[in-house]
């Protein structure tokens, strides 16, 4: 078990510009989760997937935000044009089915 | 929709004290339940878990938490912390109707005192 690795760990960005981040999940999980984490608040879910289909998307998210898992195994997050309030802690999760989540260590993104 | 309160988000104590954090969701339905810690510096790490059964379970490090269904709660409780207890703690709910993705509570900071 390698854990859940998450690239980059930090990024900084100015407004207006898109930033991606990548996900590996642990090799056997089916499911991928994305969360997003603001300080002294517990992660917010963002979106899943089972395999390469996204099941769910949280209905706060902006359109801005793109989640992709097109062959079952990592993912990318992209999010377009960001703004000041995007800036948080990402993380993402796998797990296999219905078992407890493992999470990585997240990517923390700061938007100046 | 879902939602999890932890009543304390601030809670400092002495090495060898009691802990009880507090946990309620707003959930009716059949839900799994989770304790996770994330340490300084690390990523969140399933602490217990609870599925169904015995409504006491215990977790990793000495902690158990209580599944009590009549008050919606899901307290984390252990005897005896250690100053290697300090983290943040955070409750979890998951539901089969909500897609089984997890709502988390806005999590308890916990600092020992050694």
Not at chain 1, 8 to 16: A, D
Not at chain 1, 24 to 50: K, M, V
Request: charged share 20%.
């Amino acid at each position: 078990d390698t854990g859940v690795s998450q690239d980059p760990r930090h990024k900084i960005t100015k407004r207006g510009q898109n930033v991606t981040f990548r996900c590996d999940p642990i090799s056997e999980h089916n499911r991928l989760y994305w969360y997003r984490q603001t300080l002294g608040q517990g992660p917010e879910f963002l979106t899943y997937f089972q395999n390469e289909a996204q099941l769910e998307k949280s209905r706060l998210l902006s359109d801005r935000f793109s989640a992709e898992r097109p062959k079952g195994s990592f993912s990318t997050l992209e999010i377009q044009r960001t703004e000041q309030g995007d800036s948080a802690m990402y993380l993402c999760a796998s797990s296999y089915y219905n078992s407890p989540l493992h999470f990585g260590n997240g990517t923390r993104l700061t938007v100046t | 929709a879902q939602s999890v309160s932890q009543h304390n988000h601030h809670v400092i104590l002495s090495e060898a004290a009691s802990l009880e954090l507090g946990c309620n969701y707003s959930y009716g339905g059949t839900v799994n339940l989770f304790w996770y810690v994330q340490y300084p510096g690390q990523h969140l790490q399933l602490l217990l878990k609870y599925f169904s059964g015995d409504p006491l379970v215990k977790g990793i490090k000495g902690f158990e938490a209580e599944f009590i269904k009549s008050k919606f709660s899901f307290n984390l409780r252990k005897p005896s912390v250690q100053w290697s207890d300090t983290a943040e703690y955070f409750c979890a709910v998951a539901s089969m109707e909500y897609g089984n993705k997890l709502v988390f509570g806005a999590g308890t900071i916990l600092r020992v005192k050694s």
